[in-house]
C-alpha cells in the first residue's frame, strides 16, 4: 500500500495553488492567503517566498496602511515576467497575443483569414505574428508554453483538428505545425474555441465562483463550452460539446458536417443571412448589419432575428433541460444575436425548459468579450506551470 504524500510532494500542491490564487484573483495580501488557503502564517510566508525566488510573484508593502502594527505583505503574479503566447483561429480571422500571467493580454495582434487556409500555411501566419510582439518582449522573461484556441473538433491527446467544417480542416495538425515554426521548446496545446472561452470565463469572467455554465460560442458554426461541477466536460476524446450538431429539424437544411436540420442550420451565420435576404454576405459584419437593419425598422431583418432568435431559444431550452446550469453565456456572434433577440430566446426557453432546471439559470454576455478565447488559450498553457510551479 502507498504511504501518503511525501512532505515536499504536499509543498509543491501548496506552492501551485497559492500561485493559481494569484493567478486567478490577482494581488493578495499574506494575510488573506492564509485564510482563502487555510494555511498557517509561516507556511504562506515560506511559500511565496519560493515562488518569489523563481521569479513568478513579487511581494511589496502595501501602498495604503489602515490600521496599526505590522503590514502584511501583498502577493503580485508577475504578469510582465511570466507570459505565455496565446492564438485563436477563427473562420475570418486570426488572433495572437501575448498574456501574462494573471490573465493580462500584454500584447496582440489580429490578422484576416482567407477561408481555406489548411494548418501549413496559418502556422506560418501565427509564428510571424508572435515574432513581431517579441521585441517587446523584457530581457529574463519565462514563457510557459503556447495555446491555440480553434474552431472545430480538437483530439485532446495530440491537439489534431479532427474536423472543422467551416474552416475545411480535415485531421489538421495545427500545434505539431506550429510548435515546429517556433522555438523546440515552446509547447504548444489546442483546444475548441468555445471550451477555452467557458474556461477563461469560468476563472475570472462572468461566471466566476459558477460550477455549472455553457458557454455558447458562434461564427459560422455553433459550439459550446460545458463546465460542469466546477470541471470542464470535453468528453472521451475531447469532442464533447459540439451542440450545434444537435438535430432540432429533421427537415430542415443540410449541414456542412452532413447531416440535416443541425441546430447551427437554424442559428449560425447562414441562417440568418439567408432569412434577412442577403445570402451572399459572410462574416461577422454580415450578421451585424443585419442586427442593425432590423434595429432601424427593415421589416425583413427584424423577421429573421426573430426567427432565428427562437431557434436560439429552442437549443438552450433542450441544454437547460439537459445540463442544469446556472449560466449560459452567448459568445461570439451569438451574443449579437442574443442581445438583438433576447425576448425571442427567453419566450422559447420558457415554453420548453423545465421549470426546476430554470429556477437559477441565468443568461448573460462575456465579461472578457472578444478576449475570452486568447485568455483561455493562455490558461492552456499556463496549466502546468499552475501544476508545479518549480518544475514547469
Known amino acids: 500500500m502507498r504511504a501518503g504524500p511525501s512532505q515536499e510532494e504536499i509543498r509543491r500542491q501548496n506552492l501551485g495553488a497559492l500561485l493559481r490564487h494569484v493567478h486567478v484573483h490577482g494581488a493578495m495580501s499574506r494575510a488573506e492567503l492564509t485564510s482563502a488557503l487555510g494555511l498557517n502564517r509561516s507556511t504562506i510566508g515560506a511559500l511565496t517566498a519560493d515562488l518569489a525566488n ?159 455554465v455553457i458557454y455558447l460560442y458562434g461564427d459560422v458554426g455553433v459550439g459550446a463550452g460545458i463546465i460542469a461541477g466546477g470541471r470542464r466536460l470535453t468528453g472521451h476524446g475531447g469532442y464533447g460539446g459540439e451542440v450545434g450538431h444537435m438535430v432540432v429539424n429533421r427537415n430542415g437544411s443540410r449541414c456542412e458536417c452532413g447531416s440535416r436540420g443541425c441546430w447551427e442550420t437554424e442559428i449560425g451565420e447562414y441562417a440568418l443571412l439567408h432569412a434577412a435576404g442577403r445570402p451572399a454576405a459572410s462574416g461577422r459584419e454580415a450578421v451585424l448589419a443585419v442586427i442593425d437593419a432590423a434595429d432601424r425598422g427593415d421589416a425583413r431583418a427584424q423577421a429573421a432575428v426573430r426567427q432565428v432568435g427562437d431557434w436560439l431559444g429552442f437549443g438552450v431550452g433542450n441544454l437547460v433541460n439537459i445540463f442544469n446550469p446556472e449560466m449560459v453565456i452567448f459568445g461570439g456572434t451569438m451574443r449579437d444575436l442574443y442581445l438583438a433577440a433576447a425576448a425571442q430566446v ?38 502546468r506551470l499552475l501544476a508545479d510551479p518549480l518544475e514547469a
Not at 420558457?350 to 472578444?370: D, F, I, K, M, Y
Open 346 to 383: 427567453r419566450s422559447r426557453l420558457n415554453s420548453v425548459g423545465l421549470s426546476a432546471c430554470l429556477e437559477h439559470v441565468r443568461l448573460r454576455t462575456p465579461q472578457l468579450g472578444r478576449d475570452a478565447a486568447l485568455v483561455g488559450a493562455a490558461e492552456l498553457a499556463f496549466e
Open 54 to 212: 523563481a521569479g513568478l510573484v513579487s511581494e511589496a508593502t502595501p501602498k495604503q496602511r489602515g490600521r496599526a502594527g505590522r503590514p502584511s505583505l501583498v502577493v503580485r503574479p508577475e504578469s510582465a515576467r511570466v507570459h505565455a503566447w496565446a492564438f485563436s483561429i477563427e473562420v475570418d480571422r486570426l488572433q495572437a497575443a501575448r498574456v501574462g500571467l494573471g490573465g493580462v493580454v500584454l500584447d496582440r495582434r489580429e490578422l484576416s483569414r482567407p477561408r481555406g487556409l489548411v494548418a501549413a500555411e496559418t502556422a506560418p501566419l501565427l509564428a510571424g505574428a508572435l515574432k513581431e510582439m517579441q521585441p517587446a518582449v523584457p530581457p529574463g522573461t519565462i514563457c510557459v508554453g503556447a495555446g491555440i484556441a480553434v474552431c472545430g473538433m480538437v483530439r485532446r491527446d495530440d491537439g489534431l483538428v479532427r474536423l472543422s467544417p467551416h474552416t475545411g480542416w480535415v485531421n489538421e495538425p495545427i500545434g505539431a505545425t506550429l510548435a515546429a515554426e517556433l522555438d523546440a521548446e515552446t509547447p504548444v496545446v489546442v483546444a475548441n474555441v468555445a471550451d477555452v472561452c467557458a474556461f477563461a470565463e469560468h476563472a475570472r469572467g462572468a461566471a466566476a465562483g459558477r460550477d455549472n
